[in-house]
T-cell receptor, first 114, second 114 residues
């Protein structure tokens, strides 16, 4: 039973356009959400996070939106650059997760074409 | 440079053999974690440790063992009891065990069972 789902395994976008990566969750106890970026043969690196008390968090070209009623969050990258090509993981944690026991989605591979 | 070092990067093992993956961090983090990544799946937690000489099972601990004799080190042993050990293994650390803390990941170790 996957509590965090990324339904699109891959996404292809033209350079300069917007990339939108989606993530759905089922556990209503999740109250903190993170996005990680992963290049091949490397460990994931933290990208951006959002607390459930907010519905939007922005950091440069990256914005995360949270819709608690729909249990949905999305990561927007504007404008997309070829260097953004990577696998993006959505992760969640909450009151019923002891500590940093993040629950990860399956990842979405983003390909930004020059 | 501060960070997490995993070794070896690639490892081949014959069936029935135990193998130990090394993870060392010089970030002075209290908490350390081991995750497993399989193709198309999110990261799944194997074991975690919030302090020296203490560790807890994650979601998929069967067939694995860990130790935490030093703050900097959290080795993972993949035993012969692990039925499907071929995977990409990621070690991570965080300042403390909290649900809003960022995880820092190593570059990973790819284990292949022949």
């Amino acid at each position: 039973d996957q509590q965090v789902k990324q339904n699109s395994p891959s996404l292809s976008v033209q350079e300069g356009r917007i990339s939108i990566l989606n993530c759905d969750y089922t556990n209503s106890m999740f109250d903190y959400f993170l996005w990680y970026k992963k290049y091949p043969a490397e460990g994931p690196t933290f990208l951006i996070s959002i607390s459930s008390i907010k519905d939007k968090n922005e950091d440069g070209r990256f914005t995360v939106f949270l819709n608690k009623s729909a249990k949905h969050l999305s990561l927007h990258i504007v404008p997309s650059q070829p260097g953004d090509s990577a696998v993006y993981f959505c992760a969640a944690s909450g009151a019923d997760n002891a500590g940093n026991m993040l629950t990860f989605g399956g990842g979405t591979r983003l390909m930004v074409k020059p | 440079d501060g960070g997490i070092t995993q070794s070896p990067k690639y490892l081949f093992r014959k069936e029935g053999q135990n193998v130990t993956l090394s993870c060392e961090q010089n970030l002075n983090h209290d908490a350390m974690y081991w995750y497993r990544q399989d193709p198309g799946q999110g990261l799944r937690l194997i074991y975690y440790s919030q302090i020296v000489n203490d560790f807890q099972k994650g979601d998929i601990a069967e067939g694995y063992s860990v130790s935490r004799e030093k703050k900097e080190s959290f080795p993972l042993t993949v035993t012969s009891a692990q039925k499907n050990p071929t995977a990409f293994y990621l070690c991570a650390s965080s300042i403390a065990l909290s649900n809003t803390g960022e995880l820092f990941f190593g570059e990973g170790s790819r284990l292949t069972v022949l």
